[in-house]
């Protein structure tokens, strides 16, 4: 087969593999900046590490410092449904970590709302 009937070949499987993929899957995901009150950003990370465990739904939760603003954090989330993100704002135990993080937020930055296909560490 001739390299130019591979590549576009390939290049249909690749997207019919795509629109496979999109239709089992219905994740959401969110890409957020958090802003901390000045030198406070340490702090509001633990906040927010301590409720990431019990989260039914939730397939991956990063927090990660922004190293160009050293009062910065972005939150990347992979839920499984928008349905299961809301749920979750509802947790006593999200609630509480809202609670005591609230008092060092100083704001926020960009917000994404993305719908994940896959990647390492995620079930498609």
């Known amino acids: 087969m001739e390299r130019r009937g591979f590549v576009v070949g390939a290049a249909a499987l690749g997207v019919a593999g795509a629109a ?3 239709e089992k899957t219905a ?3 969110l890409i957020g900046k958090m802003l ?3 030198g406070e950003r340490d702090a509001l990370i ?4 301590e409720g990431t465990d019990a989260m039914p739904g939730c397939l991956s939760y990063v ?3 922004d190293p160009t603003n050293a009062d910065a954090i972005w939150i990347t989330e992979v839920w499984d449904s928008a349905a299961s993100h809301q749920a979750s704002l509802k947790l006593p135990a999200v609630q509480a970590a809202i609670s005591r993080a ?5 704001g926020f930055g960009e ?3 993305t719908e994940p296909v896959g990647g390492y560490g995620l079930a498609t």
């Open 36 to 38: 901390a009150q000045p």
């Open 111 to 113: 917000r994404f709302e």
């Open 27 to 29: 994740m959401y995901g």
């Open 102 to 106: 609230r008092p060092i937020i100083a």
């Open 63 to 65: 927090i990660a410092r």
């Open 46 to 49: 633990a906040i927010l590490v």
């Open 20 to 22: 496979v993929s999109q």
